[in-house]
Each structure stands twice: as C-alpha cells, then as structure tokens.
C-alpha cells in the first residue's frame, strides 16, 4: 500500500484517467417533532435537554414514524423523479461511536422508499447533465460531539469529549447518486451544479431551509478513477461531510489530482473516508471505510412498513412546486435577460431576493439592479450573504418606487439603502431623517441652474456657440450646489432652455 500528498497536475490527470464520482447528500428535514419521537427539533437550546427515553435509545422506549417526515421525503423522491415504493421498512444499521445513543441508527437499507430517479442539472455554460438517483430513503441524524483541549477540534489530542444529544433522531433523507460517469473534465463542476440544483429543489419543496453553512444539508463526495478506455471502477474515496458548494468542487478536483498521483506513481488507492479542510483546499485520511456488511443490518423490528397508499403519493405529486430549472427557464424569458446573467443571480444568492422585490411591485431591471448591485457590494464588504442583510424585498421595492416616482435619483437611493442597512428604520424613515428628496420644486431648480450659468461664463458660452456636451459641468454644478438631490435630466432641461440650446 502506498499513500501520498503529492498531486499530479488537474489537465494532466485528465489526460490519463476518467474520474467516477458518487454523491451521498444528508438533508435535514424542517418538522418540528423528531424521526422517531415527539421531541423538538428547535434550535439553541440547551444540550441534551430535547431528549426522551426513544432518542436515548432506553431500554423499553418504544419509536412512532413521523408522518411529516414520511410525506416530506415522498415529496423529495418525487421532485427526482423517483419511484415511489408501495411498501418499504426501516433498517438498523450497527455500529458503535458516542454521538450515536443506542448503538444503531435507524434507517433504510434494501428497501428505500424512494428510487431510481434522476435530475437534470444546468451547467455554467448552459449544459445540461442529467444525474441518476440511485436511491432516497429515511433515516435519523446522531447526536453532536465537542472535543475538548486538542489543537484541531476532533478527537486525536483532546484530554475529554463532550456529547449532545439534541441532535440525536432529527429526521434526515439522504440521496444517493448513481455512478455519475461520462463528466470527464467538468466532474468536479458537475458536483458543484448537482448539489447547488438539488438545493434548490429541496428549499422549492419548503421541506428545509438546505443550508449547507449550518449544517442543514450536507455532502459526501466519492471519486475514484480508471484509466482511459477502460469500463472497471477504480477504488474509491470517500470526502466526508463537505458543507458548502464551493468545497464540493473543490474536493472533487483535489482528489482526482491525489488519486492520479497514488495511480501513476505505482501506488494503490486505499478505500477510505477523508476530511475536507476548507482552508487549504485539501483533503487528509479519516478512517478505513466499511463496506455495507460490516454495519450487519436487519430490519427494525420496532417499526411497522410504511406503505404510501397510491391516491396519497398522487395528491403529493398534483401538488409538488414548479420545478427551479422550470421556474428559471421561465423567468429567464419573462425578464430578458442571459443565460449568463441568470448565472450570476443564482451565485450572488440572490433570485428568490429579486422574485419577491418584484412581488412587492418594483419592475424585474429595478430589482435585480438593486439587489446585484449596491446590496450584492454591501453584502460583499460584510461578508454576509444577501438574505442576511438587514433589509427585505419589500424594503427594496419601496426604493425602487420612490425612485420611479421621481422622490429619489439614484445617488440618493443608495444613502437611503445604506441608511435601512446602518438600522435607521424604514426608506421612507431614512429619507425623512436625513433630507434626501429630490429637489422638485421649479423654483429652487431654477435658481440653481441661473447660479450656475452666471458662475461659469466661458462654459456658457461654448454650449451657446454648438458644444453642447459641455453642459455636463453646468449640471454638475448645480448636482453639487444641491447635494445630489436634483434630477439631473431635469436641470440638464432647464440649462440648454435658459441658453437657448436645442439637445438635437
């Protein structure tokens, strides 16, 4: 067995090796009771306070099916064009740790309740790929362990361990893919696009809020390579629990360089699980991976089969949303705008954000400028994402509507959006606290604009005499002479009128 850190080069692995990938996403569903027992799923409270003798795994403690959790993953299966089973069963599977109460997580095994579906994906150029779903069962969440006084956080060098077991039978799907082949190159973007479009569909189904950043959903990335030309598999690894899209991507590609290195220096792939490190963008060795034997399942023997009635997974499916891809296609037509364009409102975060600023009643250009410019820039500077900005759609309409209706320009919008994010009450607050309506009144204007021709002669003169794109200064002139608070088409008007100057 040989192992190494070294990497073969991205191109240079591709020129050599095919990369098989397969990827485990764990979604935390959003019900308010636990899988298997009636105990809360809230977040922030105390540990170990939201358990109960089932979730504790106590002798005697006898578990109930979550009906929510049932429906919400019929929902997931169908949304993934999977077959719905007509009868299915939990499964125990067996191993020992200390986040994991009874020894057992109660889950799916030979009998998922979902199966073979796939998804369509978009990539960045407008490709689509189709993943296989292998499969989409039920299962329970563990419990959380701290470890305490090691340099890295996990258990190696800790002096003690700390255990949560709030946690412990929250309801989770995990969906399986098939071996995603035929990606080549883009295999690490394809991850990247199936994890982000299958996010996507999850918050469409409102089963979770899927954020990755809390752990909501999660990803398991397993890649292996073969040789080109050839069909047989090559051993895989197993990236565990990566939490962001980004780090999807970046696993992937960072494994294929590892694995090409291990291969073409004569080494052998050991089929293991690995950590993802976010700062360096690599991976290291967990734990020799075990195969589905060695968790020794048999069915759970304190659960009765859940058999959906065919008219119940049926009312499900008239009732499921409008696909994403569906929903972007159309409102890529409707807005008309690029593929391009759509591309980077879903990687600012920002699409539901301009959907319901438009809800509110701002036009599409309206919201999305406002929404992919001053906000994405202020929500760049403050490391936030967009939807943890301290303003909301309709906040951002009601900016739109004053600037359409002439009681802002732009300029003045942007201090009045840096006001609503600075905590200083509504647009319509923050335009009254610190002064910023457009000056409207003719008189005022007028007067501005006759200042600033007696003070700026020559200038005058030339636009008198055909230059007419000099009227620029005289306008910001009077811009400067009222703070910004001007209709600069307006005093533009009123200059070239009081020189005598027709624009054409």
Same mark, same amino acid.
């Given at each position: ?16 090796? =095919?990369?098989? /990938? ?13 899988? *298997? ?27 109930? &099916? ?66 296989? %779903? #292998? ?34 039978? %929250?309801?989770?799907?995990?969906? &399986?893919?098939?071996? %995603? ?29 899927? +954020?990755?950043? /809390? ?28 939490? $962001?899209?980004?780090? &999807? ?10 694995? !090409? ?12 699980? +690995? ?6 963008? $690599? ?9 589905? #034997?060695?968790?020794?399942? *048999?069915?759970?023997? =304190? ?12 009312? %499900? ?10 929903? +972007?296609? +159309? ?35 309206? !919201? ?10 202020? !929500? ?47 647009? =319509? ?12 009144? #003719? ?62």
């Amino acid at each position: 067995m040989t192992t190494t850190t070294d990497l073969v080069p991205y191109d240079e692995a591709l020129a050599s090796y =095919d990369p098989v /990938m397969g990827l485990e996403v764990h979604v935390e569903l959003g019900t308010k009771t636990k899988m *298997f027992c009636g105990c809360s799923t809230s977040l922030g409270a105390d540990p170990n306070s939201q358990t109960c003798p089932v979730c504790l795994g106590l002798p005697g403690a006898l578990p109930v &099916v979550n009906a929510t959790g049932v429906e919400s993953a019929i929902k997931i299966g169908l949304a993934l064009n999977c077959e719905i089973a007509e009868w299915c069963r939990f499964a125990r599977k067996n191993y020992f740790y200390p986040d994991m109460p009874k020894n057992f997580q109660t889950s799916q095994y030979d009998e998922p309740i979902a199966f073979n579906g796939y998804l369509d994906v978009q990539l960045e150029d407008g490709e689509t790929f189709r993943v296989e %779903i #292998e499969r989409a069962h039920m299962e329970e969440d563990t419990g959380k362990s701290t470890h305490v006084g090691g340099a890295t956080g996990r258990i190696h060098g800790a002096s003690h361990s700390l255990l949560d077991y709030n946690r412990a039978g %929250i309801p989770l799907i995990e969906i &399986v893919t098939k071996p %995603i082949v035929g990606a080549g190159e883009r295999a690490p973007e394809v991850a990247k696009a199936y994890v982000r479009e299958l996010r996507e569909v999850i918050r469409a189904l409102g089963v979770s809020e899927a +954020r990755m950043e /809390m752990g909501q959903m999660r990803c398991d990335v397993n890649l292996s390579l073969r040789p080109n030309g050839t069909e047989k598999f090559g051993t895989r690894s197993e990236t565990k629990n990566v939490n $962001s899209l980004r780090s &999807v991507e970046r696993a992937a590609r960072y494994e294929i360089m590892r694995h !090409a290195a291990v291969l073409s220096s004569g080494g052998t792939i050991v089929q293991e699980t +690995r950590h993802f490190h976010e700062d360096t963008g $690599s991976t290291t060795s967990g734990r020799v991976k075990e195969e589905a #034997e060695d968790y020794r399942y *048999f069915p759970e023997p =304190d659960l009765v089969p859940v058999a959906p009635s065919r008219e119940w997974v049926e009312k %499900i499916r008239a009732a499921l949303p409008e696909t994403p891809l569906a929903r +972007r296609t +159309r409102l890529l037509a409707e807005w008309g705008i690029t593929a391009t364009d759509m591309q980077a409102i879903l990687n600012a975060g920002a699409l539901d954000l301009i959907v319901a600023t438009i809800d509110a009643g701002a036009d599409a250009a309206s !919201a999305r400028k406002w929404w992919m410019g001053e906000l994405a820039r202020s !929500a760049n500077e403050s490391g936030k994402a967009l939807d943890e900005l301290a303003i909301t759609p309709q906040q951002v309409a009601r900016v739109a509507e004053l600037v359409t209706k002439g009681d802002l320009n732009d300029k003045l919008a942007r201090q009045v959006i840096e006001g609503v994010l600075a905590g200083e009450g509504t647009p =319509d607050e923050v335009v009254d606290k610190r002064g910023l309506k457009v000056v409207s009144d #003719e008189g005022a204007l007028t007067a501005a604009v006759e200042e600033a021709i007696a003070g700026n002669p020559a200038i005058a003169d030339k636009i008198r005499g055909g230059k007419v794109a000099a009227v620029g200064a005289l306008v910001g002139a009077v811009m400067k002479a009222t703070r910004g608070q001007a209709d600069a088409a307006r005093v533009k008007e009123l200059i070239l009128d009081k020189l005598g100057v027709s624009e054409g």
